[in-house]
């Protein structure tokens, strides 16, 4: 049964991702039309149209497209806790929109009366409202929302898995499997850093490396100090005949 929930049609994280932030836009453009219209009378007209967008009918359903959209693009970079608290508000901003327009649809009166004090400063309407198709789009919409954001989460348990070759490239091998150690490409026991190519295993320890025990200090046997040549020069000595 929990192998069957992971299987949904949003079991990928980008098809939720695109869905989600669709559907918001969707809300978001339903709520800019006209929504309903009548009409007032005032001192310097009998009539005047009065047109209430869904925006100013229910501000509430163009908050709840935004939050729609902003989830869905939590939902891309969200955590194992984050995506089922992302996936919740936007099912309820869905469910909130779907009653605002439904609140509209049932008794639009109130919605009309106000558009049309802010539009023509009176409240006393003079013919019925009328009401477009945008409200019963956004009610549907809504409900919408909400169910993609169930098969959402019935597939966000298949978004945590990670395919090999996000696997780390230097992770440590097995024991066994002939990996050299650093202890087998290191340097040999005894020898030095400056250890020349010839030093073997059985190599003393002045053997190959420069200034070691029972050589001459600081070069090869043959090497001169030269502050004993500055020495010979300053009385008069070619230091050079002694060579």
């Known amino acids: 049964m929990s192998g069957d929930l992971g299987r949904g049609p949003l079991r ?11 559907l918001g836009g969707l809300l978001l453009a339903t709520a800019g039309p006209t929504w309903l219209s009548t009409t007032v009378s005032t001192a310097l ?35 194992r806790v984050a995506r089922w608290v992302a996936l919740v508000v936007v099912a309820l901003a869905g469910l909130l929109s779907s009653v605002s327009a439904v609140g509209i649809l049932a ?7 106000t558009g049309a004090s802010a539009v023509a400063g009176v409240t006393d309407l003079t013919s019925p409202v009328s009401l477009t198709a945008w409200p019963w789009l956004t009610a549907a919409l809504g409900v919408l929302v909400a169910v993609v954001a169930v098969l959402a989460a019935l597939g966000a348990p298949a978004w945590g898995t990670t395919s090999g070759r996000h ?11 002939g990996a050299p150690t650093a202890a087998a490409v290191g340097p040999a026991a005894g020898a030095g850093p400056d250890a020349g190519p010839d030093a073997g295993p059985d190599a003393g320890p002045g053997d190959g490396v420069p200034g070691a025990a ?30």
């Open 12 to 22: 990928a994280r980008s098809r939720a991702v695109w869905a989600v932030v669709a």
């Open 45 to 79: 007209a009998d009539v005047v149209p009065v047109e209430v967008t869904g925006t100013s009918a229910t501000p509430a359903v163009g908050a709840a497209g935004l939050v729609v959209v902003a989830g869905g693009l939590a939902l891309a970079i969200a955590g």
């Open 107 to 113: 008794d639009p009166v109130p919605a009309a009366t």
């Open 167 to 177: 696997e780390r490239a230097g992770a440590a091998s097995p024991a066994g499997d």
């Open 214 to 243: 029972g050589g001459e200090p600081g070069h090869a046997h043959d090497a001169h100090d030269p502050h004993d040549a500055w020495d010979a020069l300053s009385q008069g000595t070619d230091p050079s005949a002694d060579r």
